[in-house]
């Protein structure tokens, strides 16, 4: 019979937070599969446990995934830990997880902290339906591709930065999303805990070369809370659309690419649709 894969939260800082079931896991399986043994091994000697450790960091998803999958399947328990917080969340886990269910491996969670969460309900802003986006891409293109894709989310969004890359965060956040309130919240659970409230405009002035931020953030924005202005072309047929088109003078065939564009649909799908008419 296959082992079990625990995923296993650990402390964001502060090691009061590890679970008496974080502890019973850790030391009852056999092996540890860590995104940074160095790390894990602190936490092990702090618990006095000692455990076999293997190495599962992104670079080597896939060759020790293969390995940790031939293991569970050898019927060993492992337990899943990345240096903080939950495996999975902008950390190593996902790929394994995914393999695991394609193996029909039992996959257990042993809850603890996640940074986004303690932000976002720290952040006093809406609760009810938020998006986590993580790290924004740093590939430009892409970067700008999904700021434009978040501009209208009615959501409450919550993003993880680097402190080196939190001031470029923060202007890319007001050029596209506009001047809307922001909590950062640094250094969560730890000595230097500290929320701050306040706009992204003014987020711009709280840092400088003279005053870089430091520690760990998570970037919390509320909601946007334009309204979506409705499209012309909204209450149109789509041969009304086209036709709206050709009356503005263009060619058919660019009418039909004009309404495809507005529709975000298909050049195709409109010509069939026109010419079966
Ligand atoms: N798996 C982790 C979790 O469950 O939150 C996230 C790992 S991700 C590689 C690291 C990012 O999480 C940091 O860059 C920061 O944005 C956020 N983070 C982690 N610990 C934090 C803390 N104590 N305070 C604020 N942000 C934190």
């Not at 193996?103 to 309900?121: D, H, K, Q, T």
């Not at 047929?237 to 503005?248: C, G, K």
């Amino acid at each position: 019979m296959s082992g079990i894969l625990y995923l296993c939260a650990t402390p964001i800082g502060n090691l009061s937070d590890m679970s008496a079931r974080l502890i019973d896991t850790l030391s009852s399986v056999d092996i540890i599969a860590a995104e940074d043994t160095r790390q894990t091994v602190k936490l092990l000697n702090h618990l006095n446990i000692k455990k076999p450790q293997i190495s599962y960091f992104e670079h080597n998803i896939h060759e020790k995934g293969i390995q940790i999958i031939n293991m569970l399947k050898e019927g060993k328990n492992i337990a899943l830990v990345s240096d903080a917080g939950t495996p999975a969340i902008s950390d190593p886990g996902e790929d394994l997880v995914r393999l695991c269910a394609k193996e029909n491996i039992r996959v257990v969670p042993v809850p603890g902290p996640v940074a986004a969460i303690n932000a976002l309900v720290v952040s006093a802003l809406p609760t009810g339906r938020f998006s986590f986006e993580g790290f924004l891409p740093m590939n430009k293109n892409s970067r700008t591709e999904r700021l434009e894709e978040i501009q209208k989310d009615k959501k409450t969004l919550i993003f993880y930065e680097a402190p080196h890359k939190l001031r470029r965060t923060l202007g890319d956040l007001l050029k596209y999303l506009g001047n809307r309130q922001v909590t950062l919240c640094r250094e969560l659970t730890k000595i230097h805990e500290e929320i701050i409230r306040t706009t992204l405009e003014d987020a711009q002035t709280l840092y400088s070369d003279d005053r870089p931020p430091k520690g760990e953030f998570v970037i919390v924005v509320a909601p946007s809370d334009k309204e979506e202005a409705a499209e012309f072309w909204q209450n149109m047929s789509l041969e009304e659309h086209v036709e709206f088109y050709i009356f503005q003078g263009m060619s058919e065939k660019d009418a039909m690419k004009m309404a495809a564009k507005d529709r975000k649909i298909a050049k195709r799908d409109v010509y069939d649709a026109i010419k079966k008419h």
